[in-house]
């Protein structure tokens, strides 16, 4: 059901931008814009629902070098520049020659997300989670994160002027409960997994009014931020649309909305309408949405995480079936890998193209030379990976896999024993 309505002003004219309502992505049935995430009709997921205007590709290559420059297409007011905010995306599109060229790919981008302002993409979700709140009046801006939403929340909410609270599980890795301790003194360890966090924070939002918290009472409009990086891949490969995209899958979101985005950008007009196949990428730990994508069956069966892809560890992943929509629709798939199989898509990744990933990067670039090995993936289509987060904040996933190749005594005798040079 919906949470409860949060204590606030009247929302002002445009606080949404061209966002016309909340619509049931299983019945249809709308409801007026507010802190609702759940349809009352048949409680499936609420999402945005727009009327959008004329965009021109030279409007938003005028606009600044961030998500507001698609501002037009997001749940944000006009003047969304002039909020505080940590003003995250347009991050880097690399071609990947080197990481290509060891896997047997013809044409590889990797959309690296890590150079964002917490170092994951999670910015962009939160960024429009803000703006939301901001116009509902919110006082307390929370979530439940397996880390590096953690992270961004924190460091939006500190940039903003508004109390935050985190709830993380109470196993998760050190850099990131540090980088979110640095922002917030209101960071919570719950003992349990990412599944029973999200539990409690669905109660707590049951029953503290003026609270937003970004994936469950205000989660159609942090999911929208995950758009962007559709909408970036598309501008920034000359406005036009790749023909295989791997994009990790934690509850499924990014890939939903990454699909929606080059839907949006096809309708506009802004891009060449033309068949693309999207692939998810899970870790065995915790791939129920893999499992479910190989036995050919619709329902996902919700699992207890036990992987090093800690950010990935969501044992039931609230958009799990819209993922399997997705990539069966477009001709693509869901793979898993084995923690050691990320642990070495880590190094593949650090070796070939010099970008450090975290384990979700690990997991993704791993699940891709899986596609490739298994013929799942068509090494003559142009391919673009996603990595989502830096592999500074998950150190201890390959900190016994890389070491020194030597300790030796400061001349040149010693170096030349090693036989390195």
């Not at 949470?3 to 007026?32: K, M, N, Q």
């Amino acid at each position: 059901m919906s949470a409860p309505t949060l204590e606030r002003p009247a929302l002002r004219a445009g606080a949404f931008g061209h966002a016309t309502a909340l619509s049931c992505r299983e019945c249809g049935h709308r409801v007026d814009l507010g802190p609702h995430y759940a349809c009352p009709e048949c409680f499936g997921p609420l999402e945005i629902a727009y009327d959008f205007p004329r965009v021109t590709r030279e409007q938003i290559e005028a606009g600044p070098r961030n998500i507001w420059r698609y501002k037009a297409l997001l749940p944000v007011p006009d003047d969304i520049e002039t909020s505080p905010n940590t003003e995250p995306g347009f991050t880097r599109l690399l071609p990947a020659q080197n990481l290509a060229a060891e896997l047997g790919l013809a044409k590889l981008w990797v959309k690296d997300d890590s150079t964002n302002p917490t170092n994951s993409f999670k910015d962009r979700v939160v960024a429009c989670a803000l703006s939301a709140a901001r116009e509902f009046g919110s006082k307390v801006f929370a979530c439940p994160s397996t880390g590096n939403l953690a992270n961004a929340v924190a460091a939006a909410g500190a940039r903003a002027g508004i109390k935050t609270v985190v709830l993380i599980p109470s196993n998760l890795e050190q850099p990131k409960q540090v980088n979110s301790a640095v922002f917030t003194d209101s960071l919570v360890a719950v003992e349990g997994n990412y599944d029973d966090v999200n539990k409690l924070a669905s109660e707590i939002a049951g029953e503290e009014d003026g609270w937003a918290f970004v994936n469950v009472n205000v989660r159609p409009y942090y999911a929208e931020g995950s758009k962007t990086l559709g909408y970036e891949i598309a501008e920034q490969l000359g406005w036009r649309l790749p023909d295989q995209i791997v994009i990790p899958v934690a509850s499924g979101s990014q890939l939903t909305k990454v699909h929606k985005a080059f839907q949006e950008l096809i309708a506009l007009g802004l891009v060449e309408d033309k068949p693309y196949r999207v692939f998810g990428a899970q870790a065995q730990g915790c791939s129920p949405v893999s499992v479910a994508y190989k036995a050919g069956v619709d329902a996902i069966r919700p699992v207890k995480p036990d992987t090093i892809a800690k950010s990935l560890a969501i044992g039931n992943p609230a958009d799990g079936i819209y993922v399997l929509d997705i990539c069966r629709e477009t001709g693509g798939a869901v793979e898993d890998v084995t923690d050691d199989e990320v642990r070495d898509g880590i190094v593949l990744l650090a070796r070939t193209e010099g970008i450090f990933t975290e384990t979700a990067g690990g997991t993704t670039v791993a699940v891709l030379r899986k596609l490739v090995e298994t013929g799942q993936l068509d090494t003559a289509l142009e391919t673009v990976v996603i990595n989502t987060g830096h592999g500074l904040k998950t150190l201890d996933a390959v900190s016994g896999s890389v070491a020194p190749a030597a300790t030796i005594a400061p001349s040149y005798a010693a170096f030349a024993a090693t036989g390195i040079a």
